[in-house]
């Protein structure tokens, strides 16, 4: 029994079926564990432990057609860390010798699958292709031509071997027959495309069409507010600026008012002056 880990993070099992070795990474851990997978008991055996400092939010497995034969590289691993570098980590064997060492290095998987997938989805199954590492992996899907099979399309409005004259006079015998026969305004189907097809397009313009007059409208009714907020805000302020106008105006007129007042008792008091001296004069006399 071999306690693995104490902590909750995500576990990362990869396993190499050409060496049957196991490789236990977990997510937030700075080690890689790795065992050896046996048909005897106890069935699992320890080998040894990979150790950071720094710990790991992911790793992913080279294939071993990416894996270096001359130095007895049987695994690579790419290691995100925290501070966001990959590190490369490289698992080799000792060996003395350099050459070709056939008991780590057995038939790998090849790059090409077995099965197709329309092959795979018929249930059909298969080996898996396998090639040697001897002499280095050497790819060969540049010696082959990638074949596209072109398949029918509803967009397409004629087929891949009419011509552009030929579908454009089966354009015109369509709608001349529709035009005979009093049809709905939807086009008669062309090569390739079926009623359904067509009403089913139709249906996804009328619902488009009528999105874009929702949209229409509400961006009329915002543009709408908008103006009434600002004839609001102008109205506001013409309507304190009258009002500022008006008060100084009646402030201008209470000050004029007082001032002729003021002068009015002055003149008063003079003319009552002159008369009392006047009088007093005519006494005397």
Same mark, same amino acid.
């Given at each position: 029994?071999?306690?693995?880990?104490?902590?909750?993070?995500?576990?990362?099992?990869?396993?190499?079926?050409?060496?049957?070795?196991?490789?236990?990474?977990?997510?937030?851990?700075?080690?890689?564990?790795?065992?050896?997978?046996?048909?005897?008991?106890?069935?699992?055996?320890?080998? %040894?432990?990979?150790?950071? +400092?720094? $710990?790991?939010? /992911? *790793?992913?497995?080279?294939?071993? @057609?990416?894996?270096?034969?001359?130095?007895?590289?049987?695994?690579?691993?790419?290691?995100?860390?925290?501070?966001?570098?990959?590190?490369?980590?490289?698992?080799?064997?000792?060996?003395?010798?350099?050459?070709?060492?056939?008991?780590?290095?057995?038939?790998?998987?090849?790059?090409?699958?077995?099965?197709?997938?329309?092959?795979?989805?018929?249930?059909?199954?298969?080996?898996?292709?396998?090639?040697?590492?001897?002499?280095?992996?050497?790819?060969?899907?540049?010696?082959?031509?990638?074949?596209?099979?072109?398949?029918?399309?509803?967009?397409?409005?004629?087929?891949?071997?009419?011509?552009?004259?030929?579908?454009?006079?089966?354009?015109?015998?369509?709608?001349?027959?529709?035009?005979?026969? %009093?049809?709905?305004?939807? +086009?008669? $189907?062309?090569? /390739? *495309?079926?009623?359904?097809?067509? @009403?089913?397009?139709?249906?996804?313009?009328?619902?488009?069409?009528?999105?874009?007059?929702?949209?229409?409208?509400?961006?009329?009714?915002?543009?709408?507010?908008?103006?009434?907020?600002?004839?609001?805000?102008?109205?506001?302020?013409?309507?304190?600026?009258?009002?500022?106008?008006?008060?100084?105006?009646?402030?201008?007129?209470?000050?004029?008012?007082?001032?002729?007042?003021?002068?009015?008792?002055?003149?008063?008091?003079?003319?009552?002056?002159?008369?009392?001296?006047?009088?007093?004069?005519?006494?005397?006399?």
């Amino acid at each position: 029994m071999v306690e693995l880990d104490t902590s909750n993070g995500v576990m990362f099992p990869l396993y190499d079926p050409d060496t049957n070795l196991i490789y236990l990474c977990g997510k937030g851990d700075s080690v890689i564990r790795y065992f050896e997978v046996t048909p005897e008991p106890p069935f699992v055996h320890y080998i %040894n432990t990979f150790q950071t +400092p720094d $710990p790991q939010r /992911g *790793i992913g497995m080279m294939p071993k @057609r990416g894996c270096d034969v001359t130095t007895c590289e049987i695994a690579k691993f790419y290691r995100l860390n925290n501070n966001g570098l990959c590190q490369v980590i490289s698992m080799t064997v000792p060996r003395k010798s350099d050459l070709f060492q056939e008991d780590l290095y057995p038939d790998t998987l090849a790059e090409d699958a077995a099965v197709t997938a329309e092959e795979w989805i018929t249930g059909t199954d298969a080996d898996p292709i396998t090639f040697s590492l001897k002499g280095g992996y050497v790819s060969q899907s540049a010696n082959k031509s990638l074949s596209v099979t072109r398949k029918a399309n509803i967009l397409n409005r004629a087929s891949a071997g009419t011509s552009k004259s030929a579908s454009n006079a089966t354009l015109v015998s369509s709608t001349s027959t529709i035009s005979n026969n %009093n049809a709905s305004s939807a +086009p008669a $189907p062309v090569s /390739g *495309i079926t009623e359904k097809d067509v @009403r089913d397009i139709t249906d996804e313009i009328r619902k488009l069409k009528a999105i874009i007059v929702k949209h229409e409208n509400r961006i009329r009714a915002l543009e709408a507010a908008f103006r009434s907020q600002d004839d609001d805000t102008d109205g506001g302020l013409v309507a304190r600026n009258a009002a500022n106008v008006t008060n100084n105006t009646s402030n201008d007129t209470k000050a004029s008012d007082s001032h002729n007042k003021e002068t009015n008792e002055q003149s008063g008091n003079n003319d009552n002056h002159g008369t009392m001296a006047s009088s007093r004069a005519s006494d005397e006399v």
